[in-house]
């Protein structure tokens, strides 16, 4: 009887199991059914999972250890791992983030001077206090930590890339000692490294351009708790872009429409993808290549995205965008279009280099003044929502076929690349 009462008891949990599995495989096809054939907004496909999590259907992210071989780490990556940990500051100042919020994530080196210019303009923006700010930093520099630990308008969360390699003197991912160094010979000098397609050894300064961004979006999407179930758009800026008022009213109105508007569009732009120009002034909202100033994109753009950690990551370039237009985005099968206004919300200031900081024994420093109108309209949300679309169909730019410009070479810098693609590991239960 106590084997029989045992055996009831394993099928009656056997199928409490199949009912909650039939549920969520019937609930994910049906997200996915809205999300491919309807032209809806994300708040419905918000609301179909929070349906799917009042069945106990949750997302679990944790750390893989299965063919992931980090560098070793040393103090001061150590410390700086468990930064990243901490809550975000200012929550007794903004204890809750709007519903439908935008997280805005700044990623930044060493350029203090820019960065002064950014966070003021970030202060000036409408809306900045509902959403949660990160910032993630490539190095540790003590000036520029002050200024982001004196932001007060909004949450804030400060991420550092643990394996950066300003922060490795002596050991990879920063400089070994026996490196290869320009176009040594590895054979004849004994060295360690791969070089480029044009003969040239890694430069860990140039390198962690790409780390960095690889790193960074890896972290926000699936590692942060404060994101890893984020179902909305993350905009992504640099500590060189001017942030106009009405950016983040925006960035909203344009998310809100592109399932109607542009239903093939993968993001939504802030700026013009070409840095110098500043719109076109038409009315009507504009489709193009996806620009590297103030990008903003999904969840479900980010799964296509790490789909090609290993084309992103073979890629002889090191500029991260670069990487992108040219072997990424093109692997999709159709173009990458991004929405965005026909007038700038925000604008490429700086003149210095991302990795040219005050850490090089010729800083680079811009003496120029900062000359950017800020406007009344550039003040309040200036896109219209019954606006059609003007499409630009030849994209410029980098296009499939072009080789790279080099500096990623190194099969270590590869390999690092795809292990941070496995960092982390997104299973359902």
Known sequence: MAAHGKLRIKEAAFRRFLSVAVITLFGAFLIIFLHRYSPVSDSVIRDAYESAESLQVTFNYSPRTENVNLPKQNELSIRLQKRNELPPRNLNLYPKLAKDNIVIVLYVHNRPQYLKVVVDSLSRVEGISETLLIVSHDGYFEEINRIIEGIKFCQVKQIFAPY????FENSFPGVSPNDCKDKDDPVKKKCEGTPDQYGNHRSP???SLKHHWWWMMNTVWDGLKETRQHLGHILFIEEDHFIYPNAYRNLQLLTELKPMKCPDCYAANLAPCDVKAKGEGWESLIAERMGN???AFNRTVWKKI????????????YNWDITMWATVYPSFGAPVYSLRGPRTSAIHFGKCGLHQGQGEKQACVDHGFLNIQVENIDKVPNIKTDWGVHIYWKQAGYQAGFRGWGGWGDTRDRQLCLDFANMYDLSST
């Open 293 to 295: 100033i103030g990008y």
């Open 164 to 167: 950066s390699p300003h922060i």
């Open 306 to 317: 790490h789909r090609k950690a290993k084309e992103f990551c073979a890629f002889d370039d």
């Open 205 to 207: 300064k140039i390198v």
